[in-house]
């Protein structure tokens, strides 16, 4: 490589730095192998520091610079490396509006979005129509909520939260269980999905109970330790729990302590697996059902996951294998071909009506369809269960 090869190199990753201005909290993945011309960029906003959504966000940015390092390094799109700047917004939804807004928006370097984290950062900007007024493409935020997803300019590729909450209830009625306790926290998807989870108990034949619990963080365990009394008084064979991070940690923790192994207790894929173990033990964990709206990544059936296990091992050979990760493989994958189907000197609107024209797109055994008339993410839902080791079995 050329000194003036290299110099360019080192300011284009400065300049990536520097995407966030002042203050903010940017993670740049940097340009990777021998592409070297202006990088595209994609930003994601999503916490990396707070605990409730730390395994998320990271594992997505992993994904996506898994993918994008080979792009790279083949010569990139159109000669030019593709790069992910992330931003970290503390999971505050006030936070996550601020940084598009007053950062991401203004910055003409800023080509599309990607792997957002935050439900209520991400229903704020959905409500004001932020991604079609701008002319902007969200590609797959880690997002099921259908206010968010069929939003204008978003390109989902998970299964929709409705999807996930129907299969558990369905798993609940194979599984011959007649009464089935709904735990919803009061924010964010709560309402919403315990009155879907409610109609699907009920068009199945099983008695179903409601619990709505207060959001607020400051009494997390308090306000968990009584809905787990409530829905317990009402004697169900399973429980679905419509929470996430130490919500749904408590829970099930409060949960097992009264009503012990036998009871099913059911969630959505918000719950990772890992801090759920960590935080109330393997035993207690034990037998924990969990919706997973993106393929099985620990597996080589689809051809996806094998391209994606390679990936990850090529660019990150010391990081575990996760649902995370390969989302964000997925993510990058539906990127990509939008910036290929874009052209040579890709804009934002070029980037969006790109995608918006991509029809089915094969991301190997795995479909989306993106059109003017529908933007569907792809609609599998899989079941996963906590085993006796605190892993995850299919």
Same mark, same amino acid.
């Given at each position: 490589?050329?000194?003036? /090869? ?116 991400? /229903? ?58 709904? =735990? ?23 008695? =179903? ?48 302590? /009264? ?136």
């Amino acid at each position: 490589m050329s000194r003036s /090869t290299m110099t360019a190199r080192r300011r284009d990753v400065l300049r990536l730095l520097s995407l966030g201005g002042a203050g903010s909290a940017a993670l740049a993945v940097p340009p990777v192998g021998h592409a070297a011309g202006e990088p595209i960029v994609l930003a994601q906003v999503a916490s990396t520091t707070n605990a409730s959504a730390a395994n998320n966000s990271r594992g997505m940015l992993l994904g996506m610079n898994a993918l994008f390092a080979q792009v790279n390094a083949r010569g990139g799109v159109n000669g030019r490396p593709v790069s992910v700047v992330n931003h970290d917004d503390d999971l505050n939804p006030g936070r996550m509006v601020e940084i598009v807004n007053k950062q991401l928006l203004p910055d003409p370097r800023v080509l599309g979005f990607i792997g957002f984290v935050n439900t209520g950062g991400l /229903t704020a900007l959905a409500k004001d129509e932020v991604f079609g007024r701008q002319r902007i493409a969200m590609i797959a935020p880690l997002q099921g909520d259908k206010a968010v997803i069929d939003a204008e300019n978003v390109f989902p590729f998970r299964a929709g939260y409705a999807d996930e909450v129907r299969a558990l209830i369905q798993h609940a009625r194979t599984m011959n269980q007649q009464r089935v306790a709904v =735990v919803a926290y009061s924010i964010a998807f709560g309402p919403a999905m315990a009155r879907v989870a409610q109609a699907a108990a009920q068009e199945a034949g099983m008695q =179903v109970s409601v619990v709505m619990v207060d959001g607020a963080p400051d009494r997390i365990e308090a306000n968990m330790a009584a809905a787990a009394a409530q829905a317990l008084a009402s004697k169900p064979d399973a429980v679905l729990m419509v929470c996430a991070g130490r919500y749904a940690s408590e829970l099930a923790k409060a949960l097992r302590e /009264t009503a012990g192994s036998g009871l099913s207790l059911l969630t959505m894929s918000v719950v990772i697996a890992e801090p759920l173990v960590k935080a109330i033990g393997a035993a207690k964990a034990r037998g924990i059902v969990i919706a997973q709206a993106v393929p099985f990544p620990f597996s080589g059936a689809l051809p996806l996951v094998l391209e994606y296990q390679r990936a990850m091992k090529s660019a990150h050979p010391a990081e575990p294998l996760s649902f995370a990760s390969i989302e964000g493989f997925a993510a990058a994958r539906i990127a990509l071909a939008g910036l290929q189907r874009a052209g040579a000197n890709p804009s934002r609107e070029r980037l969006a009506q790109a995608l918006l024209g991509l029809g089915e797109l094969n991301l190997g055994g795995v479909f989306v369809n993106y059109s003017r008339s529908a933007r569907l993410g792809w609609r599998h839902v899989e079941l996963s269960i906590v085993d006796a080791a605190g892993q995850l079995r299919r």
